[in-house]
C-alpha cells in the first residue's frame, strides 16, 4: 500500500538517496573496508531510509545455493534457514528475482506461492511484504538479490523501487570491485607463467611457517632449487622452448612433493619449496633425492629431449636461521654449495662452509662490478728460445685491477669465475683484447711473436672454433698469430668433441700448447691423439731442479718423450741461471719464467718489441 507524498518530501528522499549513493561510490574506488563489513553497512542505510525494513543481501554460490552476504537485522533462526539454501522458486523473493533475473515484489508473504515453502519462517518472524532486486554483474550475469522486507503488506513506490535499484547496482560495484582487487593481488603475488606464487608471497609464508613451527616443534624446511642449464636450453632452443621446460619441471616437482607443500618461483630457473611438518632432516633429504631421482629421465618436449639438471640447497628452521631472511640466505648458499660441488646434487647448509660461500659469493659479485668498471688488463710474459733472445711467443696473463686490493692476480679469480657463468664473459674479454692489441702491433709494423693465450673448460664448447674464427676475422687477427693454451684436464673432460675442437683449429693456423703439463694424468696414448704442438713443463718440477734429483729425471724424461712425439718443449717458471742451462743441456726448446721476463703490462712490451725492431 504505497501513500503518496508531497513534492518537497520527496525532492528530500531523492537528495537522500543520491547522497547515500555517492558516499558509497566514493567508498567502493578507495577500498578499505571488507566485503561484509560494506555491505552490512548499505543494508543499514538503506533501512533507515526504508522505515520499518529489514534488508539483506544474498549471493548466488556454485550456481544453484545461496549465502547470506549480509543482513544485519535479520533474526538469526531465519539467516540460518538461508545460508548455504538450495535455491528454490517457492523460498522467497530473493529466491525468485535470481532465478528469474528480475526484480520479484512480493506484497504479502504469507499468501504468495512464491513464499510458500518458508511461510511459517515468514510468520515467526513477522514478514510481510518482500521486494528483491537481482544484483546483476556486468549488467547481464545475476550473482545475488537485494531485498528489502517489511512487517506489513504492500508494493514498493517509486522511491523504494529506487531505493532497491540503487542498492543493487551498488552491491554489484563493490562486487566486481573486489573481484577485481583480488585479481589484482593474485597478479602481483604470483608468477604468470606458472601461476606459482612469487617472492613477495613467499617472505609472508614463511613469517607464517616460522610461527606454526614455533607453535608444533616441529622443524620446517625451506629448499631452493636451481635448474643448472636452464642458460643452456634458453640459448639453445629458444624462449618459448625455455618456458615449456619449465612448465614441464614443475609438474614433475609437484609429483614429487607431499600435499601441502609449498612452490614459490623466485626469478627465472629458482624454485623455493617451503616444506612443514618434518619429523627429521633425514625427511628433506629424501624429498630431495625424489627430487633428483624425478629428473634423471629427459624431458621430451616437441619431439626434443633435454635433460634438465637441479642443484638443490636445504635450510632447517629453526636449526640454520631464526627469521626468515637468513633462512633464504642460508639456503641460497646451500645451494651454491651443490653448485660447486659438481651440480645435481643436493646440500644442507653448513655454517662452517657457509664463510667460505659467501666470499666467493661476493667475489663473483665484484668480478660482475669489474667487468662492468673496465678494470680487467691483460698482461704478457715473454717466451724465449732457450739458447738466444728470440722471442718465440708472449703469453697473455689476466690482471684484476681491484679498486681496493690493487693487483689481483687470476689465481684468485679465475678458479671463481669457471665455477659461474662469468668465465665466458672473462675469456671473451681477454680474446677479444688479445685481438685488439695484437692487430694495433702488427698495423704498427712490429714484429710480434706468436700470442699465446690461455683457454678455460667452459670455452671449449662444440662452436667454439667458429667463434673464435668469427672474432678473428672481425677484428682482422691472423690465426697463425695465435697460440692457445689448453690443460690436459681440460681436454680429457671434454673427450673426442673437444679433440675435434682443437683439430679445426690447428687446420686453421692456430698453433696449441699442452699448459701446466705434468700436473694432469694424460696417459701417452692419449697425449698421441691431441692435436699440439707444443708441452709446456708445469712450474712445479722446474722449481726444485738444482735439489731434487727426482724432478731432474722427471723433466729429462718429459722432454725426450716430447721430443719422441714431434712437439716443441717450453718450461714454465724458470728463476735460476741453473735451471736455464739444466733445461738448455737437456734439449729444451724454449724458457718462459722470471729469470727472463715477468709478466707485463702492455707499454711495457711495446718497448721490448720496439727495442727488437730497432
Ligand atoms: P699459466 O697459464 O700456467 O701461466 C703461468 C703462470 O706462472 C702465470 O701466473 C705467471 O705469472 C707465472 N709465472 C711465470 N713465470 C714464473 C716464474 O718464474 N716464477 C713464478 N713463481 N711464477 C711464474 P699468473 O699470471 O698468476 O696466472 C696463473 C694462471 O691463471 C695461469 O697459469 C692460467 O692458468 C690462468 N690464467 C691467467 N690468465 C688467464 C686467462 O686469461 N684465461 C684463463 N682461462 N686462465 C688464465
Ligand atoms: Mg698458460
Ligand atoms: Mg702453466
Avoid at 613477495?200 to 622443524?219: C, F, N, T, V
Avoid at 665484484?366 to 668498471?373: D, H, K, N
Avoid at 699440439?532 to 712445479?540: E, F, G, T, V, Y
Wanted: glycine share 6%; proline share 4%.
Amino acid at each position: 500500500m504505497s501513500v503518496s507524498l508531497p513534492d518537497h518530501s520527496r525532492q528530500q528522499q531523492q537528495l537522500q538517496l543520491l547522497q547515500l549513493q555517492n558516499a558509497w561510490l566514493e567508498r567502493i574506488l578507495s577500498g578499505g573496508r571488507s566485503e561484509a563489513g560494506s555491505l552490512e553497512g548499505l543494508c543499514r542505510e538503506a533501512e533507515q531510509l526504508v522505515p520499518d525494513a529489514c534488508a539483506c543481501v544474498m549471493r548466488l554460490v556454485d550456481s544453484d545455493r545461496l549465502s547470506v552476504a549480509a543482513a544485519p537485522s535479520m533474526p538469526e533462526p531465519f539467516r540460518a534457514v538461508y545460508d548455504n539454501a538450495i535455491l528454490s522458486g517457492s523460498a522467497g523473493s530473493f529466491v525468485v528475482s535470481i532465478l528469474e533475473g528480475s526484480a520479484c515484489l512480493i506484497e504479502d508473504a504469507w499468501r504468495d506461492p512464491r513464499w510458500s515453502s518458508r511461510r511459517e519462517l515468514a510468520e515467526a518472524h513477522d514478514i510481510r511484504a518482500s521486494w528483491s532486486q537481482p544484483v546483476m554483474m556486468d549488467g547481464a550475469l545475476v550473482s545475488g538479490s537485494f531485498t528489502l522486507m517489511l512487517p506489513r503488506p504492500g508494493l514498493p513506490d517509486e522511491f523504494q523501487q529506487s531505493v532497491l535499484q540503487v542498492c543493487a547496482n551498488l552491491t554489484a560495484l563493490l562486487w566486481r570491485h573486489q573481484a577485481h582487487t583480488r585479481q589484482m593481488w593474485h597478479l602481483a603475488h604470483h608468477d604468470r607463467l606458472t601461476g606459482l606464487p612469487n617472492r613477495d608471497y613467499l617472505d609472508a609464508e614463511l613469517e607464517r611457517a616460522i610461527l606454526a613451527s614455533d607453535r608444533l616443534g616441529k622443524p620446517f624446511a625451506l629448499m631452493y632449487i636451481d635448474l643448472d642449464n636452464f642458460k643452456d636450453i634458453n640459448d639453445s632452443f629458444g624462449h618459448d622452448f625455455g618456458d615449456r621446460v619449465l612448465l614441464e619441471a614443475l609438474r614433475r616437482i609437484r609429483a614429487s612433493l607431499r600435499e601441502g607443500d609449498m612452490i614459490f618461483r623466485h626469478g627465472g630457473d629458482e624454485f623455493l619449496l617451503i616444506l612443514e611438518n618434518l619429523e627429521d632432516a633425514l625427511a628433506v633429504d629424501a624429498i630431495a633425492r625424489k627430487l633428483i631421482a624425478a629428473f634423471a629421465a629427459p624431458l621430451r618436449i616437441d619431439e626434443q629431449t633435454v635433460t634438465a639438471r637441479f642443484s638443490i640447497g636445504v635450510s632447517l628452521y629453526p636449526q640454520d636461521a631464526d627469521n626468515a631472511q637468513d633462512l633464504l640466505k642460508h639456503a641460497d648458499i646451500a645451494m651454491y654449495q651443490a653448485k660447486a660441488g659438481g651440480k645435481n646434487d643436493v646440500h644442507f647448509f653448513e655454517p662452517a662452509l657457509a664463510k667460505r660461500i659467501q666470499r666467493r659469493m661476493q667475489m663473483e659479485q665484484e668480478i660482475r662490478r669489474g667487468l662492468q668498471r673496465d678494470e680487467f688488463e691483460l698482461y704478457f710474459q715473454p717466451q724465449y728460445l732457450a739458447d738466444s733472445d728470440e722471442m718465440a711467443s708472449l703469453e697473455a696473463l689476466l690482471r684484476w685491477n681491484h679498486p681496493e686490493r690493487g693487483l689481483v692476480l687470476p689465481g684468485e679469480f679465475i678458479p671463481v669465475a669457471e665455477k659461474s657463468s662469468l668465465i665466458r664473459e672473462l675469456s671473451l674479454l681477454v680474446f677479444h683484447e688479445l685481438c685488439r692489441i695484437g692487430r694495433i702491433w702488427l698495423d704498427r709494423g712490429y714484429e710480434i711473436p706468436r700470442l699465446a693465450v690461455n683457454m678455460s673448460t667452459a670455452q671449449l664448447t662444440e662452436a667454439c672454433n667458429d667463434r673464435l674464427q668469427m672474432l678473428l676475422e672481425k677484428t682482422g687477427m691472423p690465426a697463425d698469430r695465435i697460440e692457445i693454451e689448453v690443460t690436459e684436464t681440460l681436454v680429457m673432460n671434454r673427450g673426442d668433441s673437444g679433440v675435434r675442437e682443437l683439430q679445426k683449429m690447428r687446420d686453421q693456423g692456430i698453433q696449441l700448447a699442452l699448459d701446466d703439463f705434468g700436473t694432469g694424468y694424460s696417459s701417452l696414448s692419449q697425449l698421441k691423439k691431441m692435436p699440439i704442438h707444443k708441452l709446456k713443463i708445469d712450474r712445479s718440477f722446474v722449481m726444485d731442479l738444482e735439489q731434487d734429483e727426482d724432478d731432474r729425471v722427471i723433466v729429462r724424461t718429459i722432454i725426450a718423450m716430447g721430443r719422441n712425439l714431434g712437439l716443441e718443449i717450453v718450461a714454465e717458471g724458470v728463476e735460476t741461471a741453473f735451471q736455464q742451462q739444466f733445461l738448455l743441456d737437456n734439449g729444451c726448446d724454449y724458457i718462459q719464467g722470471f729469470y727472463r721476463a715477468r709478466p707485463m703490462p702492455v707499454e711495457q712490451v711495446e718497448k721490448l718489441l720496439f727495442r727488437s725492431e730497432s
